[in-house]
């Protein structure tokens, strides 16, 4: 019986682990609809409505293969700016963007409503996530 009852408070605490291991749920629809508020405030004058950009300025994020690229880079670049050469979708761009002073979880909305619209899906990213980035 004590083999029993030792057993199950091991498999508990296992469980209880594993459970505090998972990121935190966050709701997508949610935290993308908080972040196109940020987005107009913010980014829609160099990114535009429909996140095209503007050809040889302001790179795109529609469909953006540098921006899915590397997310960690995506959110620092967000959070502290971008100086220099980028190649977005081929074309070649050289402008400097102003970083944002924004909470982790508004910077987390934020990055969910651009990697989620103008034909991107690039998942999920949580306050935690932008916490990680921040202290690199």
């Known amino acids: 019986m004590k083999k029993l009852v030792l057993s199950g408070l091991s ?21 993308s609809e908080r972040g196109k508020e940020i987005y107009l405030t913010n980014c829609v004058n160099c990114h535009m409505e429909q996140g095209e950009g503007l050809e040889e300025i302001f790179p795109p994020l529609a469909n953006s293969d540098y921006l899915l690229a590397d997310k960690n880079r995506a959110i620092r670049q967000t959070l502290y700016g971008v100086t220099g050469e ?14 944002f002073e924004l909470s982790d979880e508004e910077m987390s909305d934020l990055m969910n409503y651009i990697l989620n619209s103008f034909g991107n899906e690039g998942g999920v990213i949580t306050p935690e996530d932008v916490k990680a980035a921040r202290d690199k």
Do not use: R, W
């Open 11 to 31: 498999v508990l605490t296992i469980i209880s682990f594993i459970s505090f291991q998972k990121k935190p749920k966050i709701d997508l629809a949610v935290s």
């Open 86 to 99: 980028m190649t977005v979708n081929g074309v070649t761009y050289n402008s400097e963007m102003n970083g």
